[in-house]
């Protein structure tokens, strides 16, 4: 039975069994069409995100099938192309709501095992996620690389809407946006 939840700290084997298999660097070019994740978390950042409960699984028959990392932007800025977005924070909005780092939150990387994609564990999951931060943040905030064709499909299920676009080391991002009170 898939259910899905706020990650506990014995599920970080499974989360980092699951990044290794999805991770945009472990693909043959051949793969990507499926999907892919460009963060590679260590064992601290998971933990430290755990901290803010801001990490949720999938679990399907007693093994993490899912995952989706949110966080403060404090937390997601010691990647460079997270101060990049945050800068652009000033010109943009969701359905009039100006954003800024304190009324949102980085929702991502998400990723579903090959064998749930399509079942509405990835639905389920983005849920889950926004029910867990509803009461701390009215918006959330991603991105998307436009190569990653099965995770825009995949996000066209949900209600985002693209906000931005932009360049960063040498790739093409949709920067996309939601309400965490919003009709899933």
Known sequence: MMITRTAIESDISGILELQAVNLL???PATELAGGFVTTPFTVEQIQTVM????LFVVEDREKIAGYVFAGDWDFFAQWPIFPLMISRFQKLDF????ITPDNSF??????IDRSLR???AFQQLFATMCAGFADRYPLGVTFINKLNARS???HRKLPLAVIDEFEFNN???YGLA???????
Do not use: H, K, V
């Not at 901290?51 to 801001?54: D, I, P, V």
């Open 152 to 154: 825009i499909a995949a």
């Open 106 to 111: 980085q929702y991502g990387p998400i990723c």
């Open 95 to 98: 359905q009039g709501m100006p």
């Open 25 to 27: 660097t472990n693909l």
């Open 171 to 173: 790739n093409s991002f």
């Open 178 to 184: 939601f309400s965490t009170q919003a009709d899933l």
């Open 51 to 54: 901290a803010q409960e801001g």
């Open 118 to 120: 399509g079942t509405g």
